[in-house]
């Protein structure tokens, strides 16, 4: 057996092995909770009078603790300064997900936006994100990630919203029930399987060369 042919049964092997490996896995993550701003009200339409028009806080002590974006769901206003519980005019959101995202959509369960341009960006890309609902309001949204936005959360394994409501032009109170991604993923193969199947090349490799020596 020459290199040639050697290096083709590898590299056959190689394809052979490592096709099957990859399998489409369902990315559902969610960030807060579904439970209508922390009061109870329906996640889309009318939401009724807020409990309080400013500082508002419905999280549970888990959401009021995290770091991960749920801690700005379930308060009015949510990225306003003195007028809601949180400290900052903006916020990131981490969805982590396992894999390699190939499909997503992020859905936002948001209230009282007034047409307001807010800055938004999805892994560094921006969002269009201006919505005129009108007071007391609540819209649950749907964001398809672009390729651009899915290669960017690929390189750190979550997809990362950034929001800010511009300190300068908006007095918009606004907030949000949750944030969550749907979609599919390439599951990445296990260590194990890893090993296994680098024994064996090693091992086939190891073969070739003895017959070669003939
Ligand atoms: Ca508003
Ligand atoms: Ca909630």
């Known amino acids: 057996m020459n290199k040639k042919i050697l290096g083709l049964v590898v590299a056959a092997v190689l394809l052979f092995a490592f096709a099957p490996v990859t399998q489409a896995a369902l990315v559902d993550v969610m960030v807060g909770d579904l439970d ?55 916020a990131y959101v981490y969805l982590p997900f396992s894999g390699s995202l190939t499909s997503a959509t992020l859905q936002i369960a948001m209230a009282d936006f007034q047409g307001y341009p807010f800055t938004a960006r999805v892994n560094g890309v921006d969002l269009p994100f201006v919505f005129n609902d009108g007071f007391e309001i609540a819209v649950t949204r749907q964001f398809i990630l672009t390729s651009a936005m899915i290669d960017a959360a690929n390189l750190v394994g979550q997809v990362e919203l950034y929001m800010a409501r511009p300190d300068s032009t908006s007095g918009d109170f606004i907030a949000f029930d949750y944030f969550q991604i749907k979609g599919e993923s390439n599951a990445v193969p296990e260590p194990g399987t890893l090993m296994l199947l680098g024994s064996g090349l090693f091992g086939l490799v190891g073969f070739g060369r003895k017959r070669l020596r003939k």
């Open 36 to 90: 209508g701003y922390g009061f109870g009200a329906p996640a889309n339409g009318d939401i009724g009078t807020w409990p309080v028009y400013t500082n508002y806080d419905g999280r549970s002590a888990a959401e009021a603790a995290a770091t991960n974006g749920a801690q700005i769901t379930d308060v009015y206003s949510a990225l306003f300064p003195s007028y809601g519980p949180n400290p900052s005019h903006e």
